[in-house]
């Protein structure tokens, strides 16, 4: 009966040592492509290259030269973290959004990645709520939405999950 | 020697002979650099389990095995993944969340099963390779096939894999810009995967006058217990 228990037990255990292992050798390399793919879509979203070296985040939020600043949060997707960055311009006003990292079902889900489709740019030109969920992924639409709504206005109450 | 890989790769190909690991094959060959690149992540687990398998196959006890089997892959799974991220960051953003379900295709579990955990390290590690490359000829002729058909285009993209040299090996086959866009969408894949199958079988047959779908079979019309235990 023990027996078993004991070879799964260390089959385990050993699986733990080894990807704790990688996990710790590959932490850095993968630190720093996502800040550098973070800076990308920064890049993207103000429009022109800035130097990002300096440049600190102080919580969810970084200002940049000129009145810009950077905002990135998280919200609950379909299938675990959806993460946002959103710039703004003077006066609080939203310039753009991009997701820069889900778990979102691939095919399903991907259409708020902007190599796959242009609908994370209607966020620069429209309200949050009026912006049309894809159909087939409502669960992931709603979440980006309710993500750059609570970045406009942080006070405001969360909106209620969406609830079918 | 050269047998195990041989039949592995091709007589029992995963993909065409055993109809396994379609799900991956059809959702990531849309074009050559994917396929090619949720290739090279398959055969790293591939390999890599079947070693740690085979080697750990004394230990395993049969009651156990498959939790094993699948801890092992799982393991080899999330190291496929943590290292694309590291070093092959462009690719990662592309087929990070299909390397992911890697760890649910039967193909590899199949091959734990039926094979590594029952063959010597080196005769499994043939065998992965065979697996592996197998499924790495699938991927490649349907990610080639919709490639062409749905973007006039074939190798686009392969700086994303092998940096930037390779971004000028995209070669234009003067098609227009989307010639046939349905092949880059899933009914696409499935209707080429099909044409694909089909054209693989007619060869065969033509080559060998064994019917192809009964390699199940014996020439006593007994089931052969390898394959059975691969399905699945």
Known sequence: MMRPLLSIVGIGLCCGLLLA?????????????????????????VGDPFDPTGLVWQGDRVDLPGGIWLKRSAVQGYAGEIHLLAAFGHGGQLLGA??????????????IEVDKSPWMLRFATTPPLEVDAVSGATITSEAVKRGIR?????????????AP | ???????????????????LGLCPLLAVSNSLVNAIGLALASGFVMVGSALAI??????????VRLPCFVLVIATFTTLSVLLLEAYAFELYLRVALFVQIIVSNCMILGRMEAFASRQPPWRACLDALGTAAGFAIALIALGGVREALGQGSLLAGMDHLFGPVAASWRIDLGLGNAPFLMALLPPGAFIIAGLL?????????????????????????????????AEG
Do not use: Y
């Open chain 2, 1 to 19: 020697m050269s047998g195990t890989f041989a039949e592995a790769a091709i007589r029992r190909n995963p993909a065409w002979i055993q109809l």
């Open chain 1, 98 to 111: 991009r997701v820069s990292g889900h778990r979102e079902t691939p095919g399903l889900g991907d259409f």
């Open chain 1, 21 to 45: 292992g990688v996990h710790v050798l590959t932490e850095p390399a993968i630190e720093a492509n996502r800040s550098r793919h973070v800076w990308q879509l920064a890049f993207e979203l």
């Open chain 1, 150 to 162: 609570q970045m406009l206005s942080p006070e405001a109450p969360p909106a209620a999950a969406f």
């Open chain 2, 54 to 63: 085979s080697t750990l196959r004394t230990w395993i006890p049969n009651r």
């Open chain 2, 197 to 229: 199958l089909g054209l693989g079988n007619g060869m065969r047959n033509r080559l060998s006058p064994k019917p192809s779908l009964n390699t199940d079979f014996d020439e006593h019309g007994k089931t052969n217990p390898d394959i059975r235990k």
